[in-house]
């Protein structure tokens, strides 16, 4: 399997992500009205709902709207209040190291992958990100040095709330340390259960539980698979290896000789790295968030992509996917 990459620069201007725009926005209308026009909330109901709960962004959300055209049905989805339900993968733990760094893997669905790496100047802080829902983030890094990354919290319960892709880069445009980012998960409602750990320069870290049913809870955990603590989902544990993937990143903070490399190389490998694509639940990228550099590096299996907020540069990068199990890098 071969993917392509690209990495893309927007100011305020907002030409770029026009374009981002035109070419996402067909599958992405599909998607987001799968269910028909009646199922997602009006427009008004979505305007209510950032301006309650993310009222510093509403205006960066209404720039994207009109960008888009102005319509009502991508008015409404660039709010992400309420999408249509999904879920994915995904692990990330802190490296216990002397300088911040946080490791990810983002297993998901091809089909529904934007490709895209987004570094913006939108009126908050520069951040740079995985794009989701052309709006929101997966994964990024501001120019205050806070990273951000999620997994999905294996709870099948959704109810009223945003996708968190754009909470993530709400907590990324307004906040600039853990804690900030922590309280700001912690009050914002979610319509699906996420689990998002925020580091920051000073190496302060925060993982956030969010559910659309129960109290977000805040702990110092430094390691995040597809589970939240007390929950027993046999079904998805089952299905995406969760216990297992903690186990085994617990295991490696351990390891007194473990360096950022060798943690990193960790991701790249089983049982953290997926070959399921098939069941689209692939790791498509791995990414190494480092708050103090403010990079984020990509890695692959046979390649590597570093980018950095205050040296950006656009281009393209084409990605070849193994088919069997391999070893990559040290221990």
């Known amino acids: 399997m071969d993917l392509s990459f690209t990495a ?5 201007s907002g030409e770029h992500w026009q374009r981002l725009f035109r070419r996402l926005w067909p599958a992405y209308r599909n998607w987001y009205l799968r269910d028909g026009h009646l199922a997602r909330p009006s427009y008004l109901a979505c305007r209510r709902a950032l301006e309650k709960h993310m009222p510093e962004f509403v205006e960066q959300w209404a720039q994207r709207v009109e960008l888009a055209g102005g319509g009502d049905v991508a008015a409404r989805f660039l709010s992400l209040w309420c999408p249509p339900a999904y879920d994915n993968a995904c692990s990330q733990a802190v490296w216990p190291g002397a300088e911040p760094l946080l490791v990810r893997n983002y297993d998901y669905s091809t089909k529904y992958f934007d490709r895209v790496i987004l570094r913006t100047d939108w009126g908050g802080h520069r951040v740079l990100g995985t794009s989701d829902c052309l709006i929101g983030l997966v994964d990024g890094i501001n120019d205050a040095g806070l990273a951000v990354s999620l997994t999905f919290g294996g709870r099948r319960a959704v109810g009223e709330g945003f996708g968190v892709p754009i909470v993530l880069r709400y907590v990324l445009e307004t906040c600039s340390n853990a804690p900030e980012a922590a309280k700001v998960l912690a009050r914002i409602p979610t319509h699906m259960a996420y689990n998002v750990t925020a580091l920051d320069v000073d190496g ?5 539980h969010m559910a659309p049913d129960r109290t977000a809870q805040i702990t110092a955990a ?27 990143l617990l295991n490696r903070l351990m390891l007194h000789e473990e360096t950022q490399e060798r943690f990193i190389a960790a991701f790249l490998r089983p049982p953290l790295f997926s070959l399921a ?11 190494a968030l480092w708050p103090s550099r403010r990079q984020i590096s990509y890695r692959w299996p046979h390649s590597a992509w570093t980018l950095s907020v205050d040296h950006f540069e656009a281009g393209v990068r084409a990605v070849h996917y193994p088919k069997e199990r391999m070893v990559v890098g040290a221990r």
């Open 8 to 12: 893309i620069a927007d100011d305020q």
């Open 204 to 208: 302060r870290r925060a993982t956030v």
């Open 222 to 248: 430094a390691v995040a698979t597809n589970h939240q603590p007390g929950d027993d989902h046999r079904d998805h544990i089952y299905q995406s290896q969760t216990i297992e993937r903690e186990r085994y």
């Open 277 to 287: 694509y098939e069941r689209e639940r692939g790791t498509l990228y791995t990414a």
